[in-house]
């Protein structure tokens, strides 16, 4: 699977990517057939501190499925998107 970490509006450290890399591999694990993952990882100019916004896209034979989150750290979000997305490919195995 190709992975592809896009940070907007600021520069992802290397750990980040790193972390962003392992948590969306492992998605493999819940189905083989992911052609690629587009991770866009952004800040909202909200005040409040819930302002770093992580959005998944994983690219599926015939569908996109997508998962996007926003959080205090991307890492909590990187985390929330991955477990909507590992039900997202549950549900489009039982479909298969």
Known sequence: MKITIQSVHFNASEQ??????QKVGKLER??????????ILSLDKADNTEN????????????TLVAEKQCKTFEEGIDLACDALRHQLERYKEKK
């Open 16 to 21: 980040l990517k790193e972390f962003t890399t």
């Open 30 to 39: 819940f189905f083989d057939g992911i052609i690629s993952a587009e991770v």
């Open 52 to 63: 770093k916004v992580s959005k998944i896209a994983l690219a599926v034979p015939n569908d």
